[in-house]
Nanobody, 121 residues
Framework: QVQLVESGRGLVQPGGSLRLSCAAS????????MSWVRQAPGKGLEWVSG????????SYADSVKGRFTISRDNAKNTLYLEMNSLKPDDTAVYYC??????????????WGQGTQVTVSS
């Protein structure tokens, strides 16, 4: 069965950095686009970033552009999100989501359980 397991949760100070990972199993990882989606306390889901199946194409929400970097290692079936210059507004539960195609179109068919990121001094 499909499993997406996020890791890398943490409490960091503003301006700090954190790296999230999402270990995938149960499907052919290299054939699917992947996305990171977050949910801040009391708010709805916000798409953060997406990456195509082989990593050639990436995209970012304006709120994180220039600070976050999405990447993937298809040999390790793992998705990453490198987060730098973190702000309190980045505080959220971060989910990795599997796309049902090779691209990031927001057509998710599986989600991870989420990992908490808290940015606070």
């Amino acid at each position: 069965q499909v499993q997406l397991v996020e890791s890398g949760r943490g409490l960091v100070q503003p301006g700090g950095s954190l790296r999230l990972s999402c270990a995938a199993s149960g499907f052919t990882f290299s054939r699917h686009g992947m996305s990171w989606v977050r949910q801040a306390p009391g708010k709805g889901l916000e798409w953060v970033s997406g990456i195509s199946s082989v990593g050639i194409s990436t995209s970012y929400a304006d709120s994180v552009k220039g600070r976050f970097t999405i990447s993937r290692d298809n040999a390790k079936n793992t998705l990453y999100l490198e987060m730098n210059s973190l702000k309190p507004d980045d505080t959220a539960v971060y989910y990795c989501a599997k796309e049902n195609s090779a691209w990031y179109r927001g057509e998710y068919d599986y989600w991870g359980q989420g990992t908490q990121v808290t940015v606070s001094s």
